[in-house]
């Protein structure tokens, strides 16, 4: 059924609830600001998430899936202005014609069996916003590439024209700017009676593009991101079946028929951007969500990243990152980590836990991606679970971690870098987007990377609360 709704085994209130509560545009105009914001910092936050859950009595399954809605907050002289608009893809405009949901999604099934057979998945735009060359872009996990978006108005101008095959089912939500050449890197994937099929492309500061060779995957499953480095792309192909038929017959969603399998361990996927020659390595289980980075070191490729030992805050009909649709607290499953491979010519991997708490949303100074980075920024939070209160930096130099958390009934998003033009290589301000559960507000907190365990030096404030927003992308002025 669309939107099964599952009894938790232990229920309580969840609470962050109101990441999974639907929005609404909002016109541009200025908002609160507590403290002093940065007069260096000055220019735009982009952020993309789901904010469309529920029509017509019926529920998208988790917190991760739903209508994109971009996000505009713009900096300058000390004062903030802001703006969301919806992606007007054509899933949301006939759906919001419609009154109900009539597409499959990338967690949920559509209302009636026959709508979800061959899971024509249409993109919801909901999951990155980048600014490519020039050109504002909200990506998703499925369907279509994603959409082009005016960037001072955020108005759906056309779909997006990145250069992978049409036929790919899957393109990736995210893409990587590379610091050595400037070059955009995008991917995507498909299955078929051939297995997994990956296709990157690069696009150039002239506008020209570069394919990779047509790579097919020794296995199928889930990818979400990967790392890239000037010369290779890394995919992390997770210890996960897929059961194809009955995802292909519509009797589950893409998710649910995703079951860990962590005797079988993850397979690295080494893919030289020029040639599409692969190189395969073999690590123990880990689930991940994101790369936080990859360099060449020697000869030797280094992959930073939050992985898990179990993906159970996100499979399962009571993981957390459902439960939380229902108001519960849910399976948390394990922590997330701060790991590292090394990946050797001779076919070697060795992973070190870099950090051991629990982190999520790993990110960088996106000015050195693909080169060697010397901090990493996290979300940090209790014992485990996905759902964090604090932000922390680690420096992999020494293994100093700094962090400053907003107190339980805070909910803080992905640690979005902006340098201080004035400032060496990390030292800028960190936008998080945040949501206060006692004052009935989110907003954006901004800390200083020289010193975060002093918390905000300064503070947006929305008037209302938000669903979650899961990446951004910072454009100076």
């Not at 545009?25 to 000055?42: F, M, Q």
């Not at 589950?252 to 993850?266: I, Q, R, V, Y």
């Not at 485990?384 to 420096?395: E, I, K, Q, V």
């Not at 009934?409 to 033009?421: H, L």
Request: proline share 5%; net charge negative; charged share 20%.
């Amino acid at each position: 059924m669309f939107g099964l709704h599952h009894e938790a085994n232990m229920p309580m209130p969840a609470t962050f609830t109101a990441l999974g509560a639907d929005t609404k545009d909002r016109a541009e105009g200025e908002v609160t600001v507590w403290g002093k914001l940065p007069e260096r910092l000055t220019g735009v936050l982009f952020r993309n998430g789901p904010g469309r859950f529920r029509r017509d009595g019926q529920t998208k399954r988790t917190v991760l899936d739903g209508d994109g809605v971009v996000q505009r907050l713009e900096i300058g002289d000390g004062r903030a202005r802001y703006t969301r608009r919806f992606v007007r893809t054509p899933k949301f405009e006939a759906e919001e014609a419609a009154g109900r949901f009539q597409s499959p999604t990338w967690t949920t099934r559509a209302p009636g069996l026959t709508a979800n057979i061959g899971q024509k998945i249409k993109s919801q735009a909901g999951v990155t916003a980048y600014e490519v060359n020039g050109t504002l872009m909200a990506l998703d996990e499925g369907g279509s590439p994603g959409f082009e978006l005016d960037r001072d108005t955020l108005e759906t101008i056309r779909p997006a024209a990145l250069g992978l095959p049409e036929d790919d089912a899957s393109p990736k939500a995210h893409a990587k700017q590379l610091a050595g050449s400037g070059d955009w890197l995008f991917a995507s994937t498909r299955t078929g009676p051939g297995g997994m099929k990956i296709d990157l492309v690069r696009h150039r500061k002239d506008g020209s593009r570069v394919a990779t060779p047509t790579v097919t995957s020794p296995r199928m499953g889930f990818v979400h991101d990967f790392a890239a480095t000037d010369r290779y792309a890394i995919f992390n192909l997770q210890a996960v079946r897929l059961h194809g038929f009955r995802f292909m017959a519509g009797l589950s969603s893409f998710t649910e028929a995703l079951d860990w399998a962590p005797k079988e361990g993850n397979i690295i996927l080494l893919i030289d951007l020029a040639t599409g020659v692969c190189q395969t390595f073999e690590a123990p289980a880990a689930w991940a969500w994101h790369m936080a980075n990859a360099y060449e070191h020697g000869r030797d490729v280094v992959m930073d990243f939050v992985g898990y030992d179990d993906p159970f805050h996100f499979l399962g009909v009571d993981a957390q990152l459902a439960a939380v649709m229902r108001g519960e607290e849910g399976v948390h499953g394990a922590p997330g980590t701060i790991r590292r491979y090394v990946l050797s010519p001779n076919g070697r991997l060795s992973e070190t836990i870099l950090a051991a708490a629990n982190f999520e949303f790993p990110s960088i100074n996106w000015r050195v991606t693909g080169l060697a980075h010397d901090c990493i920024y996290v979300t940090s939070g209790a014992s485990s679970g996905m759902l964090h209160t604090g932000l922390a930096a680690l420096d992999t130099r020494s293994g100093h971690l700094s962090s400053y958390d907003f107190g339980a009934d805070v909910c803080a998003g992905e640690p979005v870098f902006a340098a201080d033009p004035n400032g060496g290589r990390d030292e800028g301000w960190l936008i998080t987007q945040t949501l206060d559960v006692t004052r009935g507000t989110s907003g954006f907190a901004v800390l200083d990377t020289r010193d975060i365990a002093s918390g905000p030096v300064a503070v947006v404030e929305l008037g209302e609360t938000m669903p979650i927003s899961f990446h951004g992308q910072w454009v100076a002025a």
